[in-house]
């Protein structure tokens, strides 16, 4: 299911609304709100290099925005231009149509410790503000909260190449032919209070600078992700 209106993102040739710099650059939710008060209004879309020009801000914090948006189910696919990402619409439909659960969480599981690491190495202030704010989820949408606050530590890690490679996976990862389950399955709220346990925990750790804690967390995450995973494919059998 699709959340809400998918945002159309049109060739470059169209008319373009005037873009105003986002108040924050850091902060990857209030670009995510500038990129759909421009859709909003009814105007295309530049190429990324435009658009990161136009709010002024770093070209890896608008692709973590643009991932928080297809996350979310707006935008379905990169914005229109001459492709620099990794995470090029093409390379992403080649792996969607070659892999599946299990080895996305298995990457996940090497990749993500890393970037945790890396952040409660090099995150500023705001930057670990933010991966707490997004550790507690309450009563938002389940599948988009999580890709926020993942999509936080790898923006937290700065670095923009595993940033991009993170984007990557956690498309093809969230892509509906990968995925297990969809958005109409109830989350429930035991399962809820434990994920979000386990990310404040991954958050407290980046917080306290401790580099082994958070990777730590963020494996024992991935770990519990991961079972759940394998219950769901072949139940009765445990993940090793």
Request: proline share 4%.
């Given at each position: 299911m699709q959340i809400g209106r998918r945002l159309k993102l049109r060739p470059p040739?169209?008319?373009?609304?005037?873009?105003?710099?986002?108040?924050?650059p850091e902060r990857v939710d209030l670009i995510?709100?500038?990129?759909?008060?421009l859709v909003a209004s009814g105007a295309a879309l530049p190429p990324e290099r435009v658009l990161a020009e136009g709010l002024r801000v770093?070209?890896?914090?608008l692709r973590s925005a643009l991932e928080l948006l297809r996350g979310e189910g707006h935008i379905g696919q990169p914005v229109v231009g001459r492709p620099r990402s990794v995470a090029a619409p093409d390379a992403g439909e080649s792996?969607?149509?070659?892999?599946?659960?299990?080895?996305?969480?298995?990457?996940?599981?090497?990749?993500?410790?890393g970037l945790?690491?890396?952040?409660?190495?090099?995150?500023?202030?705001?930057?670990?503000?933010?991966?707490?704010?997004?550790?507690?989820?309450?009563?938002?949408?389940?599948?988009?909260?999580?890709?926020a606050f993942h999509m936080a530590v790898a923006a937290g890690s700065r670095n923009s190449l595993g940033i991009e490679l993170y984007?990557?996976?956690?498309?093809?990862?969230?892509?509906?032919?990968?995925?297990?389950?969809?958005?109409?399955d109830k989350i429930c709220p035991k399962r809820l209070q434990q994920r979000d346990a386990e990310h404040r925990?991954?958050?407290?750790?980046?917080?306290?600078?401790?580099l082994?804690?958070?990777?730590?967390?963020?494996?024992t995450h991935l770990l519990a992700v991961q079972r759940r995973i394998t219950e769901r494919l072949t139940p009765g059998v445990t993940a090793a």
């Open positions: 040739s169209m008319d373009h609304a005037r873009i105003e710099p986002v108040s924050d995510a709100a500038a990129i759909r008060e770093k070209r890896h914090r792996l969607i149509s070659c892999t599946n659960p299990i080895e996305v969480i298995e990457m996940r599981m090497v990749f993500e410790p945790a690491r890396l952040a409660a190495l090099r995150a500023s202030p705001f930057e670990i503000a933010r991966i707490e704010a997004a550790a507690t989820t309450g009563s938002a949408e389940y599948g988009a909260a999580d890709l984007a990557l996976l956690r498309r093809v990862g969230t892509d509906a032919r990968v995925r297990i389950g969809s958005d109409d925990a991954i958050a407290a750790a980046i917080a306290a600078r401790d082994d804690g958070a990777e730590h967390a963020m494996r």
